[in-house]
């Protein structure tokens, strides 16, 4: 996580990033202690394939096995991480990675961001 913050791209395995598009929210999430915790989140300001990315940059990604990078404009480190447990992810029933990827509504993000 510390790469995303320092270079503001995160790099992805996933083959399709559904409802991920410039402009929307992504929060990361990481575990501090025992518990899983939003430790930030950032507006994405475009994805790139493979295809696009410079040659050590895409020789990065193969041996990593990404598939995407994801660039973003703005970054909020969260000081301290919120807990899951706190908010209305801890009461979902998928837990650590399988929330990879997950898509949330706007609704959802602005009361997960809010809660205290």
Same mark, same amino acid.
């Given at each position: 996580?510390?790469?995303?913050?320092?270079v503001?791209?995160?790099?992805?395995?996933?083959?399709?990033?559904?409802?991920?598009?410039?402009?929307s929210?992504?929060i990361?999430?990481?575990? &501090?202690?025992?518990?899983?915790?939003?430790?930030?989140?950032? &507006?994405?300001?475009?994805?790139?394939?493979?295809?696009?990315?410079?040659?050590?940059?895409?020789a990065?990604?193969?041996?990593?096995?990404?598939?995407?990078? &994801?660039?973003?404009?703005?970054?909020?480190?969260?000081?301290?991480?919120?807990?899951?447990?706190?908010?209305?992810?801890?009461e979902?029933? &998928?837990?650590?990675?399988?929330?990879h990827?997950?898509?949330?509504?706007?609704?959802?993000?602005?009361?997960?961001?809010?809660?205290?």
């Open positions: 996580m510390r790469q995303v913050f320092e503001r791209k995160y790099y992805s395995g996933m083959r399709s990033i559904k409802g991920w598009q410039i402009g929210i992504v990361f999430l990481k575990k &501090v202690g025992k518990a899983d915790s939003i430790i930030g989140y950032g &507006v994405i300001k475009g994805i790139e394939t493979l295809d696009n990315l410079s040659g050590d940059e895409k990065l990604c193969q041996k990593h096995g990404w598939k995407v990078a &994801v660039r973003f404009s703005d970054l909020e480190r969260l000081e301290p991480p919120k807990p899951l447990k706190e908010t209305t992810i801890g979902w029933d &998928v837990k650590g990675r399988l929330l990827g997950r898509t949330l509504s706007n609704e959802e993000i602005k009361l997960i961001l809010e809660e205290d």
